[in-house]
């Protein structure tokens, strides 16, 4: 059969663009889809068949029609070419849209999921955080009430008029929430013990030792743990009163006291060493003079000093780190501490970088000056940023007698107080 024109009918396979066009903006589906291209593939087939269709006898009317009918036929079969195309595009970005939704739906749960992970860690952190302190603060109690019972039992002395500060100009925090603090921030003892351990290279000639070493500013203890471990003989002294209780409870020779006046109350070359870790960046330089002079003169001759504080050429100690403690009054460079103990007189000084935060990525890269800029850049900040923590000063007090050559040895500042009294005498 044929229409009026000679064209076979299409038998329903005619697709209406709109209808397509509304179902797949009313998002019905790819099974909608993709039966209106099996039709629109229907239409087209026989549409591009009529125009190979062989002759066929027809009345004059429909041969003068018929390139007129070939004209609109083959419009037509583009028309639906065009149309199939889009609906083929149409049900590709529809999938597409389909698969990053789903994508966004699974990324959304896996966020949700962390986030409520991250609430439940951040309230156990906070729990855990509280129990902390609590058991710090009962630690505390139970270090002094050690110390009592073994001062009452004999076992240790307790100086009088020794008590704990309490917060004020001089102390920003009292005796127990700084012990507190140092747990939190600096360490558990177990770890700068670990840390600590690495020092002992630097004191090993007092193996065995007739004179002790003394530490200054002491705190919990964990040098003169270390140092008894390497059969150094050593004891410490330290004005927080809590922290001299933590040691006196391991059963280390700790005492309360002021640690400068204890060191200049000390007979001359009685020490066969002087250590004080993290302590020279609390002191303002005065005292800290005080405190190198007081030990040159405590130290017998070939005597150790060994300093360690934070090390500000590291960009996060000097920038960040070093003013989380309120009792820290300035970082001290590298090469200022140096210049300070070699001034007062102690002879072999040496600084070596510790405690790195990692040493893989601090280590140099470059060969020396010859390498490209860009390299030597990045070892520079490599070492400024993933570089030594802390610092340490090695110095010995010099041993004169042994020198044959020694020209007039300076005067001590004790000699040096002893003659301005001798001349004021005389004056008088």
Known sequence: MTDELGNAPMSGAVV???????????????????AAST??????????????????????????????????????????LDLSAAIDSLAAERSDGLAREAKLVERLTT???????????????????????????????????????????GR?????GVEPRDAGEDAPLDDATYLEFERRFRGAPDEILKRQRDAVQFVQPLVGSAQPLLDVGCGRGEWLTVLREAGIPAYGVDSNVDMVAAAVVAELDAR???????????????LGGVSAFHLVEHLPISVLRRLLDASLLALRPGGILLLETPNPTNLMVGAATFYLDPTH?????????????????????????VHPVDERLAAPTAAGQDAPAHDRILDAAGQAIFGAQDYVVVARRADVAS??????????????ARDGESARDGSE
């Open 16 to 34: 209406d663009a709109a209808s397509v066009g509304e179902a797949a903006r009313e998002g019905r589906g790819l099974s909608a889809i993709s």
């Open 329 to 353: 009054l300035r970082p001290l460079h590298p090469l200022l501490l140096q210049f300070l103990v070699e001034s007062c007189g102690f002879a072999d000084v040496e600084v070596h970088h």
């Open 256 to 270: 309360p006291g002021d640690a400068l006046a204890h060191l200049e109350s000390v007979p001359e070359g009685s």
């Open 111 to 153: 966020l949700e999921r962390d986030l409520q992970g991250e609430h439940e860690l951040s309230a156990k952190e906070r729990n855990l955080a509280a129990a902390n302190r609590e058991s710090d603060r009962l630690e505390i109690r139970m270090l002094r009430l050690r110390v009592r019972q073994l001062a009452d039992a």
């Open 403 to 416: 020198a044959a050559d020694a020209v007039e040895p300076a005067e001590t500042p004790r000699e040096s």
């Open 39 to 80: 039709e629109t593939f229907h239409a087209r087939t026989v549409l591009a068949g009529q125009l190979g269709a062989g002759s066929m006898r027809r009345s004059l009317p429909k041969r003068l029609l018929r390139p007129v009918s070939r004209v609109l036929t083959g419009r037509l079969v583009e028309a639906c």
């Open 156 to 160: 240790v002395t307790v100086p009088t």
